[in-house]
């Protein structure tokens, strides 16, 4: 189970490997300092994460007389700011930061996503690598070189796809990870089985006391084909122009939830809201007579048992509201609302231009179910 992974994300000139390795971050500098010019390393890293593993990795890299900095950013959503990025961007510049520099981000996804459009800008580009913390950031937003800070108007509307030059992901720092942020990143790994492979959704089935238990070899083999899958459809539509939509799975229903809480990750996380929405999505694909009774069943069944909410709750949840939320979701466009459904148990497709009258019944219903 020590043995070091390779998953390549293939984008031509921008390919890059994400190494998976229990203890990774005790060796960092073997994987890192390929892709250090004659630069300086710059790391960026939330508060948290650098308190509880910081010195694991300063080790490795302490070791070999290199120039390094490290940036600390609070940790939480709100550091995703123009306020932050600003704060990022002069601190870097202010060690005299330079095209040949390498930042690495350390942490979570709110750590990678800064990181990643402060890399991406600061003296038109720097190379970054991404060293994610959390189960999230692990399966999911590391993956694929999308990068952004959030708006008045909106989560994560300014930003850029830059890609990393590598990712690596050390399995045991999610040890320190609370269940509850373990939970919402696992969301992102089952979605793949629905998606796209249905022997990936049995296995999670079967597993997933194990996934969310403790560090085990099913928790690797779960964040591994995640990843994996992920890389792939990165692979065929970077800029999600079709196939990596499919990603999406569950998150027009979760903006809703989210937004109906003001994006409060006390009452909703995001992982948790994915789940109830994906539970949505596969009871309105059946009521839309998509998909038979029995897998929708199972899919709620499954999400009930891992312990996430499948209902809404009491925080006033409204049709109306949630139905705006869905129209202005960034991905749909013109009023129109498109959803990701399911066929089947791994086999989600792209239903555009979703009956609106359907959906507000299936909303009010919904609401009224709310616990
Ligand atoms: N770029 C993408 O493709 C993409 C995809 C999905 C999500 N995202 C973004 O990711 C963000 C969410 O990421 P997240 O869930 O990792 O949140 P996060 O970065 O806020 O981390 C969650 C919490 O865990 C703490 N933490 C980090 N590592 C830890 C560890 N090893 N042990 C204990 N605590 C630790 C953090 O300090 C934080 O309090 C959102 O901003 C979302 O928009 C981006
Ligand atoms: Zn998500």
Not at 204 to 209: F, G, V
Not at 231 to 241: H, L, S, W
């Amino acid at each position: 189970m020590n043995n070091l992974s390779k998953i390549a994300v293939g984008l031509d000139t921008r390919s890059y490997e994400i190494l998976v390795q229990n203890g990774i971050l005790n060796n960092v500098w073997e994987f890192i300092s390929p892709f250090l010019k004659n630069g300086k390393l710059h790391i960026i890293s939330d508060t948290n994460a650098f308190k509880l593993h910081g010195e694991k990795l300063l080790s490795s890299i302490k070791s070999n007389n290199v120039k390094y900095n490290i940036i600390e950013i609070e940790s939480g959503e709100k550091s995703k700011s123009f306020a932050s990025f600003e704060n990022v961007i002069e601190s870097l510049l202010s060690t005299g930061a330079e095209r040949g520099d390498l930042i690495i981000a350390f942490g979570g996804g709110v750590t990678g996503d800064l990181s990643g459009f402060v890399a991406g800008v600061v003296n038109r580009g720097i190379d970054f690598i991404q060293i994610p913390t959390t189960l999230l950031s692990q399966v999911d937003s590391s993956v694929g070189g999308k990068t952004a800070i959030n708006a008045k108007a909106g989560k994560n509307l300014v930003g850029l796809f830059w890609q990393p030059r590598a990712v690596l992901i050390d399995p045991l720092v999610l040890e320190t990870l609370p269940k509850r942020d373990l939970m919402a990143g696992f969301a992102e790994i089952f979605k793949i089985g629905l998606i796209n492979d249905a022997q990936f959704f049995d296995y999670c089935d079967k597993n997933y006391a194990k996934i969310l238990g403790e560090n085990s070899t099913s928790r690797r083999f779960a964040i591994e084909t995640a990843i994996k899958a992920k890389a792939n459809i990165v692979a065929q539509d970077e800029r999600e122009g079709g196939i990596r939509a499919l990603l999406n799975l569950g998150h027009t229903f979760a903006h809703a939830i989210e937004a109906g809480v003001n994006y409060n990750e006390q009452i909703w996380r995001h992982g948790e809201a994915v789940s109830c929405g994906i539970v949505m999505a596969a009871n309105f694909s059946h009521q839309l007579g998509l998909l038979d009774e029995k897998s929708a069943k199972r899919i709620e069944n499954f999400i009930q048992n891992c312990g996430y909410r499948t209902k809404l709750d009491d925080n006033g949840f409204n049709a109306n509201d949630m139905l705006e939320t869905m129209r202005h979701d960034k991905k749909n466009s013109g009023g129109q609302i498109n959803l990701i459904l399911l066929k089947n148990i791994g086999q989600a497709f792209i239903y555009k231009n979703a009956p609106i009258d359907k959906l507000k019944i299936f909303l009010e219903s919904e609401c009224a179910k709310a616990a």
